[in-house]
């Protein structure tokens, strides 16, 4: 369900909660849902993540393929992004009807991960102008509980931080030509630094207040909402308002405030909870779905 | 064969099981809260996701409405990143299509339609990750979603692929294995009746029976596989609402 019809006693019910920092299901404005994470789910692709958020959950899949740069920055690689909002998260979405959100959430992945501030695109660089590696990060949307671009861009960070690239040599033969090899050794790869990835905060405006990681039900009753990505230093790389209707600068400016701040709090356990998850090696079976 | 040795000497397929024998199957029901049934299944490396909403008011247009019976809808759908080479788009292909075609004469065998005329039952299926046998992995894994959404059947519905190699069946084919030949069967184990029956490749009618014989064995083998999968999920649903 992409979206809840609310009648207007829940909606009163939901904005008399809010106002007093007390949600429907027990959280304060900027607490998140419950969340689980796992990296290496799918085994065929380079690297990929499952998220889930409530009852919101997203697959990536990250794949490697080398490219061509792009003419205007011959000395970076770069990212694509595909979002797929199946018909497994709600038959509207059957045939194309998912199109258009994907559309508009891979937009919005661009801004935010395709740059070099946010990923070491350099570090994809093959042979400067000629080849570079382009990742396909694909996004699979399996569930929708509200707030898909908080779980997505978590979900992208935890399989960038999982992606393993495989080493590259060049060689020159006598005539100048240059030979690409992979390595043989599947251990021989390359990690991405994931460090200044960004998370988005979404934020909901209801009633006079925003909440962090909304309901579909809180999504209802809100007016607009910011999504602001926020580096692990606080940093706001990216804002863009969604929704139909209107903010006043004022509450724009305490949104990203809060946003910052939330976004900050988000860092710091998601790193500890992959390099934990790494730590515990290939031995440990994965759950995926089965779990 | 491009030097490729599908059956070893000793009997051996690729991946070290006996021509018969099939992949490791474990399966979930009940993924996901929001869809009326769903389930997870997976068969060696192939993955699959099973979602059913219904059944359900007609939706779109009305003239697919069919007056004594409930209409079927199936998508078949492969993640991106599914398979070895990325794909561009996710479904709409001729081969998806033909695929959810097959998936709905399937359904349309199994589930006892007439108890709901005029509705719709909508059975999405998604590959997160192919590796052969993508057609009886979504049939499986469909079956046990549809179970999972409480819409009555015939009987589960159990596919498998056999193809031939060296004179000897093999049974549950891998992807390097179903590029050679492959026969699709989908069946209701209980009554013997054969759902679907699909063959891409050439082979003398001789050998047709016995390759038909290992396919139906391999079923029956995926429907006890799966009738567990469905018992344990009972218990375990029966347990919680005893407990809360």
Redesign the interface.
């Known amino acids: ?1 992409a979206t809840a019809q609310v009648s207007e006693a829940e909606k009163v019910y939901i904005l008399h909660g809010i106002r007093e920092d007390l949600r429907v299901d027990g959280r304060g404005c900027e607490d998140y849902r419950h969340m689980e994470i796992e990296t290496d789910v ?4 380079d690297g ?1 993540a499952k998220v889930t958020l409530g ?1 919101t ?1 997203v ?1 990536v ?3 490697a ?1 080398i490219g061509k740069p792009r003419p205007m920055i011959p000395n970076e690689g770069y990212l694509e992004f ?1 979002v ?1 909002c ?6 509207e979405f ?3 009807g998912g199109e258009e959100l994907g559309t508009e959430i891979s937009n919005t992945l661009y801004k935010v991960f395709n740059n070099k501030h946010s990923v070491d695109l350099q570090s994809l660089c093959i042979s400067p102008g000629e080849h570079c590696w382009v990742l ?1 990060v ?1 996004v ?1 949307l ?4 509200g707030n898909l671009y908080d779980a997505t861009s978590v979900a992208i960070k935890a399989a960038l931080f999982s992606t393993k690239i495989p080493r590259v040599h060049i060689s020159t033969d006598d005539e100048g030509g240059k030979e690409i090899e992979l390595s043989d050794d599947p251990y021989d790869c390359m990690r991405i630094q994931v460090e200044n990835v960004p998370c988005i905060v979404t934020l909901c405006k209801v009633g006079h207040r925003h909440v962090v990681d909304a309901t579909l039900q809180e999504k209802a009753c809100s007016v607009a909402s910011l999504i602001i990505s926020v580096t692990h230093k606080g940093t706001v790389t990216c804002t863009r308002k969604v929704g139909g209707g209107s903010l006043d600068p004022e509450s724009v400016f305490e949104m990203t405030e809060a946003g910052k701040r939330v976004g900050k709090a988000l860092h710091a356990p998601l790193m500890k909870l992959l390099q934990h998850e790494e730590s515990l090696g290939r031995k440990t079976p994965k759950v ?3 779990g | 064969m491009a030097g490729l040795e599908l059956l070893s000497d000793q009997g051996y397929r690729l991946d070290g099981r006996k021509a018969t024998e099939l992949r490791k199957v474990q399966a979930r029901m009940g993924v996901f809260a929001q869809a009326d049934g769903s389930a997870y299944l997976e068969q060696g490396n192939t993955r699959a996701l099973a979602v059913v909403y219904g059944p359900h008011e007609m939706r779109g247009s009305r003239s697919r409405t069919l007056h004594d019976r409930a209409a079927i809808n199936c998508q078949y759908s492969m993640a991106t990143f599914s398979t070895a080479e990325r794909k561009r788009r996710p479904h709409g292909d001729r081969k998806s299509t033909e695929m959810s075609l097959h998936l709905k004469q399937t359904f349309e065998a199994a589930i006892m339609t007439q108890l709901y005329p005029r509705s719709q039952i909508d059975i999405y299926v998604k590959i997160l990750q192919s590796d052969g046998g993508n057609y009886s992995v979504c049939v499986n894994a469909a079956t046990l979603a549809v179970i999972d959404a409480g819409i009555p059947m015939r009987d589960y519905v159990c596919a498998c692929s056999v193809g031939f190699v060296d004179e000897t069946p093999l049974a549950d084919l891998c992807y390097a294995e179903e590029s050679v030949s492959s026969l699709s069967v989908a069946l209701l184990p209980r009554g013997g009746q054969i759902a679907l029956l699909q063959m891409d490749a050439r082979l003398h009618q001789d050998h047709l029976e016995a390759l038909m014989e290992a396919a139906m064995t391999a079923c029956k083998g995926v429907s006890k596989v799966l009738d567990e999968v469905v018992r344990q999920h009972l218990q375990e649903a029966a347990v919680l609402n005893v407990c809360p």
């Open positions: 369900m799918v085994s065929n692709t990929s009852h959950a697959l899949g990250i794949k393929e595909f797929d199946s018909a497994n998260a709600t038959p059957e045939g194309r396909y694909d699979l399996l569930q929708c509980d995926g779905f089965l």
